[in-house]
């Protein structure tokens, strides 16, 4: 049955409280287990990209791009690495930035050439950059970057990273509350395809929700 925001929120605050504490910040996930779904067909394959009401985190995000545009992606708090660069990036150095950064953004006159090279890299781990025209503005792409959460099923069970010790319990609940729905909304069952919801810190216990 779908749930409300406030069932949640009760689930968040008592894996709050059950942690023990630690020397850094806990995250807060949600914990989706699928039931009655075949992984191997791929319509059934989640691949979602969620914006969040409550951005958890700044995500790394990383531009490849050159005059104006890199300065304007500089500026709204990406790295930039320019087309020269680009030239001399190898699988290696590939992988490495795939693993540094959430988020890849590029010049649409870069793409031919990212694709070419580096998208054997890049495509299986989700991490293809996103095209900049000319035209747009990388700053209004980045704001709605930073308040995105992939989600892909790998498994049956979902882990999803909604919040931090930090925030409000009700902040957490409401970006775990739009996670669930986005991933409802992407079964074919709907509801019938969730066999249970977890929240959980990034030590801690989990607690069930549903």
Do not use: C
Not at 42 to 64: D, H, M, Q, S, T
Not at 151 to 172: F, Q
Request: aromatic share 4%.
């Amino acid at each position: 049955m779908p749930l409300e925001v406030e069932e949640i929120e009760e689930a968040v605050r008592k894996a709050l409280e059950v942690r023990k504490k630690r020397n850094f910040v806990e995250s807060v996930d949600i914990v989706i287990n699928l039931k009655d779904i075949d992984l191997r067909q791929p319509k059934n394959r989640l691949n979602l990209r969620v914006l969040l009401p409550n951005p958890p985190k700044e995500p790394k995000i990383a531009a490849f791009a050159s005059g104006e545009l890199a300065l304007k992606a500089k500026s709204a708090g990406a790295d930039v690495i320019d087309a020269e660069e680009l030239k001399h990036i190898d699988k290696k150095k590939a992988r490495e930035i795939a693993s540094k950064y959430d988020f890849l953004i590029a010049s649409a006159e870069l793409m031919p050439l990212i694709g070419r090279t580096l998208g054997v890299i890049f495509g299986p781990r989700d991490k293809m950059p996103e095209p900049v025209p000319p035209s747009a503005d990388p700053a209004k792409i980045l704001e709605r970057l930073k308040r995105t959460v992939k989600v892909r099923s790998k498994s049956t069970t979902l882990w999803v990273k909604v919040g931090n010790e930090r925030m409000p319990p009700r902040e957490i609940a409401e970006n775990a509350y739009t996670v669930i729905r986005a991933v409802e909304r992407s079964l074919e069952r709907g509801w019938q395809n969730i066999a249970s919801i977890y929240v959980k810190t990034t030590m801690g216990p989990a607690v069930r929700v549903a």
